[in-house]
């Protein structure tokens, strides 16, 4: 998105300087008058002192008021990406397991077949980690399966990687099967 965070260098003030000078008019001309005793009212009463009074008045060094300052260069302002969710997602680097499985946040995932042995990049939500998207060489392929622990536990594997489901349990559908 071309965003690049950048701290400023401790016990050098000069380097945000825009910012001081704003908390200085907040303790100065806010925070002098106000009178209230909750969050609401401290957050209602600021944000009625912002849009009625900082916003609108002009300020000495730019000769603008902060709100017509911004609203003058709206043409530099770049529209939001359609998939703005996806930029906000977490990426970890994970290796296909022989047996196709992946691990992400200690859940247990199903990879494609042609991804076994490959290094590979998951990302996900942290509010829904069920939804892992995986991708390789920068190629998506799509979302991966959670596996049912309780059923994989019962699935035995031959030299030949033949599958055989030991005793009973439910499947997806909730039936019951035997083997």
């Given at each position: 998105?071309?965003?690049?965070?950048?701290?400023?260098?401790?016990?050098?003030?000069?380097?945000?300087?825009?910012?001081?000078?704003?908390?200085?008019?907040?303790?100065?001309?806010?925070?002098?008058g106000f009178a209230g005793?909750?969050?609401?009212?401290?957050?209602?009463?600021?944000?009625?002192?912002?849009?009625?009074?900082?916003?609108?008045?002009?300020?000495?060094?730019?000769?603008?008021?902060?709100?017509?300052?911004?609203?003058?260069?709206?043409?530099?302002?770049?529209?939001?990406?359609?998939?703005?969710?996806?930029?906000?997602?977490?990426?970890?680097?994970?290796?296909?397991?022989?047996?196709?499985?992946?691990?992400?946040?200690?859940?247990?995932?199903?990879?494609p077949v042609e991804l076994?042995?490959?290094?590979?990049?998951?990302?996900?939500?942290?509010?829904?980690?069920?939804?892992?998207?995986?991708?390789?060489?920068?190629?998506?392929?799509?979302?991966?399966?959670?596996?049912?622990?309780?059923?994989?536990?019962?699935?035995?594997?031959?030299?030949?990687?033949?599958?055989?489901?030991?005793?009973?349990?439910?499947?997806?559908?909730?039936?019951?099967?035997?083997?």
């Amino acid at each position: 998105m071309g965003i690049a965070l950048i701290h400023a260098k401790p016990y050098q003030p000069q380097g945000k300087g825009k910012i001081e000078r704003f908390f200085k008019t907040v303790r100065t001309q806010f925070l002098s008058g106000f009178a209230g005793e909750t969050l609401e009212e401290i957050n209602s009463a600021f944000e009625r002192w912002l849009e009625e009074e900082y916003h609108q008045r002009t300020h000495s060094a730019t000769g603008q008021s902060p709100l017509k300052r911004f609203t003058a260069k709206m043409q530099c302002l770049r529209p939001i990406p359609e998939n703005l969710k996806d930029y906000f997602r977490k990426t970890v680097r994970r290796r296909v397991n022989k047996d196709r499985s992946v691990v992400v946040e200690r859940r247990l995932f199903e990879a494609p077949v042609e991804l076994i042995g490959k290094r590979v990049e998951i990302l996900f939500h942290e509010h829904s980690p069920e939804q892992v998207e995986i991708r390789c060489a920068g190629q998506s392929y799509g979302l991966l399966r959670q596996i049912d622990l309780h059923v994989n536990s019962r699935v035995k594997r031959d030299k030949n990687g033949q599958i055989e489901l030991v005793g009973q349990g439910a499947c997806e559908s909730g039936q019951l099967w035997e083997v």
